[in-house]
């Protein structure tokens, strides 16, 4: 096989994957003969990357036929959460960017590290870490923190503790345990040094820490970002966005909510 062959290979296996998946509808379950003609894949081949599809959990077969399996439908309810808590939250991150001066990350869990998704306010300083679509591990960050604290420990990709960016990051299973135990305590997670020298980073989970898809993160320099004082607006700020995400309510109607329950006068 030529070089450009190999390189062509396998773009050519996911356009036969991606043939054969487009043949469902997600309700109705199909024959191999009918998979194959749908595709126009040779039944051989569709044989074969059906097999594989069954156990990576993307197709279940029944029988002689074969449907959506739940992983597939696990993705898609995790882009249309993730999706929704993105498009309410960036009013509720520019209201925080303005009360703090510090920037404002929206990040989610890709396996062992973090991904940010939105970002309010210039990066920190001029790494590429701070970027939106920029990922970092996990478990040396707030988010990543924040995240992993609402996992089983069984649930939760295998980290990368030898090597933390910074001294201050933790290097082994017993000193992440430990992290952890304190963000469950506190409902936040706070990152000073560990990522970038001379910048903290304090992080809270969208929604309960068990079934959070999302976190929100203030970032800053050590010197100007103090856990203490920004952790209660940090938390106000996630349950805002949550509230706002799963029920569909505007940033007001959100905050005239917290009012009627706090019991605080209405303004005209």
């Not at 450009?4 to 487009?22: H, K, T």
């Not at 469902?24 to 199909?30: A, E, N, Q, V, Y």
């Not at 009918?34 to 894949?41: A, D, H």
């Not at 990709?157 to 990051?169: F, R, V």
Request: some cysteine; charged content about 20%.
């Amino acid at each position: 096989m030529t070089t450009s062959q190999a390189e062509q290979a396998p773009a050519a296996m996911i356009d036969r994957v991606s043939s054969l998946l487009g043949v469902f509808d997600g309700s109705r379950r199909l024959t191999l003969a009918q998979i194959s003609r749908r595709s126009s894949l040779p039944r051989s081949s569709a044989h074969r990357i059906l097999q594989r599809l069954v156990e990576l959990g993307w197709v279940e077969r029944h029988g002689f036929e074969y449907g959506l399996g739940l992983r597939i439908f696990e993705l898609g309810s995790l882009v249309v959460r993730q999706d929704g808590v993105r498009r309410v939250a960036v009013p509720f991150m520019q209201e925080l960017h303005l009360q703090t001066g510090l920037t404002v990350h929206l990040s989610v869990l890709r396996e062992a590290d973090i991904l940010h998704i939105e970002r309010i306010g210039g990066r920190p300083d001029d790494r590429e870490c701070w970027q939106i679509g920029a990922r970092q591990p996990a478990q040396h960050t707030a988010a990543g923190r924040i995240l992993l604290a609402g996992l089983a420990p069984a649930a939760r990709p295998d980290t990368e503790l030898s090597a933390p960016p910074t001294a201050y990051g933790p290097r082994s299973l017993t000193e992440l345990e430990r992290e952890l135990d304190k963000v469950r305590d506190f409902g936040v997670a706070v990152d000073a040094h560990g990522t970038v020298p001379g910048f903290a980073s304090i992080a809270a989970a969208i929604g309960p820490i068990d079934r959070a898809s999302a976190a929100l993160s203030i970032t800053g320099p050590i010197s100007v970002l103090k856990p203490e004082r920004l952790g209660g607006a940090l938390r106000g700020t996630a349950a805002e966005i949550w509230a706002a995400a799963t029920g569909g309510r505007s940033r007001n109607a959100v905050r005239a909510g917290a009012h009627r329950a706090a019991g605080a006068p209405q303004r005209g």
